[in-house]
């Protein structure tokens, strides 16, 4: 159907510090030292609360009742309830320093990490006592089960990887095991909870399947490649594994014998079946191409050849390959974007993994997000403008200038009722209803 949107103001931010709460009621944004509520519907301020110094980071507590905000220069993390603006909590982490921070699922503990990862410290807000995770392993995330009963979180000890499994209630220990690993690169938990998957370095072509039990279910390794595994993402039936591979190619496992349903390349040339939309300008000369200038979508005649990088011996190749697979929430389509491909993101039909469209954007895309209820995808590719697919079709939607907001990173509404679109200096909203 057609697409109404309504923009609001622009409001400064910095860091591109944007969430909106997971209940959908308020959407919180840093500005240097302060954090700005406001309700998610009218956009009117509700409360400003002030940090010590900088915000790095913020998150909303899962139960939306609480805001958190870190300040790395200052190893502290301030804590600010929604409904009570005289209650303050404050966790200095001092001369260990503060690398990261993020909620715990009961909403209730702050898990900090400390410089060059010497250990985790896990917060309690209501007994206000802390305990220590030691050895988590560098620039690899933990992460929780869907549930929030359990915390995932690497090891390393003497080059060896290891997996550790705490109970979230009571935070203890109750499984650690040796994984077959080299270098652990990345993590993920199956939507149920029951799984873990793991994958290897770049430059170890291997991925990991663990129960939580720690026994070993399977390995998936690619004998034909000699590149790495980029990313991984769960369908959210738990069926199908997507696998990101570095050589502009991805897997899918199926999830009950672990054997490899699909092979998936992303080919230079499009021929007939899949509907393929090309951004143009609208109206617009040829040479005016730029950001700003207002575009439209045309559907391309077969066979259509994909724009690609060159590949360059001489640079670094951390950015090629597959590193976006990410499902729509109903398990219904898979989009990827490669990164040999830019301006290109590829949308697949589920269970069969056919192609069955693609977007052409005229710049390279920045970011993209499933609506978290309808079938629906959102682009953007740091300018002025918002695309979104759907199986009806693809739209290009215009900021208005007079906003001077530009789209480099989007942030849905948990309802799926509005995009806010975020540059480095500012944000606004566009609210979007099918008719």
């Known amino acids: 159907g057609n697409t109404i949107t309504c923009y609001f103001q622009a409001f400064q931010q910095t860091k591109k510090l944007v969430r909106f709460s997971p209940s959908g009621r308020y959407v919180a944004s840093c500005s240097q030292h302060r954090l700005a509520i406001r309700d998610a519907s009218t956009l009117s301020l509700l409360s400003v609360h002030t940090c010590v110094d900088a915000i790095d980071t913020m998150q909303w507590s899962p139960d939306s009742l609480l805001v958190m905000c870190g300040m790395f220069q200052r190893s502290v993390v301030q804590i600010w309830l929604i409904a009570n603006t005289d209650w303050t909590c404050k966790i200095d982490e001092g001369s260990i320093g503060l690398?990261?921070?993020?909620?715990?699922?009961?909403?209730?503990?702050?898990?900090?990490?400390?410089?060059?990862?010497?250990?985790?410290?896990?917060?309690?807000?209501?007994?206000?006592?802390?305990?220590?995770?030691?050895?988590?392993?560098?620039?690899?995330?933990?992460?929780?089960?869907?549930?929030?009963?359990?915390?995932?979180?690497?090891?390393?000890?003497?080059?060896?990887?290891?997996?550790?499994?705490?109970?979230?209630?009571?935070?203890?220990?109750?499984?650690?095991?040796?994984?077959?690993?080299?270098?652990?690169?990345?993590?993920?938990?199956?939507?149920?909870?029951?799984?873990?998957?793991?994958?290897?370095?770049?430059?170890?072509?291997?991925?990991?399947?663990?129960?939580?039990?720690?026994?070993?279910?399977?390995?998936?390794?690619?004998?034909?490649?000699?590149?790495?595994?980029?990313?991984?993402?769960?369908?959210?039936?738990?069926?199908?594994?997507?696998?990101?591979?570095?050589d502009q190619s991805f897997v899918i496992l199926n999830t009950v014998s672990w054997k490899s349903l699909s092979h998936c390349e992303h080919p230079h040339t499009i021929s007939a079946g899949p509907a393929v939309y090309v951004e143009v300008p609208d109206g617009q000369p040829l040479g005016m191409t730029h950001a700003s200038a207002p575009t439209r979508y045309q559907v391309a005649t077969s066979p259509f050849l994909v724009p690609t990088l060159p590949l360059d011996p001489d640079k670094p190749a951390v950015k090629c390959g597959v590193g976006t697979v990410s499902f729509s929430l109903d398990g219904r389509y898979l989009a990827t974007v490669n990164g040999n491909m830019p301006t290109a993101v590829w949308i697949w039909t589920v269970p069969t993994f056919h192609l069955c469209a693609a977007l052409i954007q005229l710049h390279p895309v920045g970011g993209v997000g499933w609506d978290p209820v309808h079938s629906r995808l959102a682009v953007c590719t740091q300018g002025d403008r918002l695309y979104v697919w759907s199986s009806a079709g693809c739209v290009s939607i215009g900021v208005p200038r007079s906003l001077g907001a530009v789209a480099e990173a989007l942030v849905w509404h948990p309802a799926g009722t509005s995009v806010a679109l975020v540059d480095g200096s500012q944000f606004c909203v566009c609210y979007l209803c099918d008719i």
């Open 99 to 246: 690398l990261s921070c993020c909620w715990s699922p009961d909403s209730r503990h702050i898990l900090t990490t400390s410089n060059f990862h010497l250990r985790i410290s896990i917060w309690s807000l209501v007994t206000k006592s802390v305990l220590y995770i030691k050895n988590p392993k560098p620039d690899v995330k933990f992460s929780f089960t869907s549930s929030g009963d359990l915390l995932i979180l690497p090891e390393r000890v003497d080059t060896k990887d290891y997996i550790c499994i705490f109970d979230c209630s009571v935070w203890k220990l109750c499984k650690r095991f040796m994984v077959e690993t080299h270098d652990l690169a990345g993590l993920s938990v199956s939507p149920n909870g029951r799984t873990i998957c793991i994958w290897d370095s770049l430059f170890n072509h291997k991925a990991l399947l663990y129960s939580m039990d720690g026994n070993h279910l399977a390995t998936y390794m690619a004998t034909e490649s000699t590149l790495g595994i980029r990313c991984a993402a769960w369908s959210p039936s738990n069926q199908f594994l997507a696998i990101g591979r570095c």
